[in-house]
């Protein structure tokens, strides 16, 4: 079955950086899409960042310009390279594997990053 693995939160000031990683494990679609998702306490889920099978990526407005988002089909993992944060960013991050279609339908436990 589908497993995916956050790993790589922290705790930063502003302005600093933040590189997690979510390896994936038993993903069969082979032009699916692999996405980063947040939830701050009393919000609701936010997509932050996705990528598709040929490597295009898209992102939310908030993050457009400080996040990018990579994956390594040899190594099965997705990233997400979160510069110049700030204290907005913070929220539980967590990484989610979907079809062509971006319906996402396998989810991480999610890796804590607290900005201050």
């Known amino acids: 079955h589908v497993q995916l693995v956050e790993s790589g939160g922290g705790s930063v000031q502003a302005g600093g950086s933040l590189g997690p990683s979510c390896a994936v494990s038993?993903?069969?679609?082979?032009?699916?899409?692999l996405g980063w998702f947040r939830q701050a306490p009393g919000k609701e889920r936010e997509g932050v960042a996705a990528i598709d099978s040929d490597g295009i990526a898209s992102y939310a407005d908030s993050v457009k310009g400080r996040f990018t988002v990579s994956r390594d089909n040899a190594k099965n993992t997705v990233y997400l390279q979160m510069n110049s944060l700030k204290s907005e960013d913070t929220a539980l991050y967590y990484c989610?594997?979907?079809?062509?279609?971006?319906?996402?339908?396998?989810w991480g436990q999610g890796t804590q990053v607290t900005v201050s």
């Open positions: 038993g993903y069969t679609y082979p032009r699916g899409c």
């Open positions: 989610a594997a979907g079809n062509y279609y971006a319906e996402y339908n396998y």
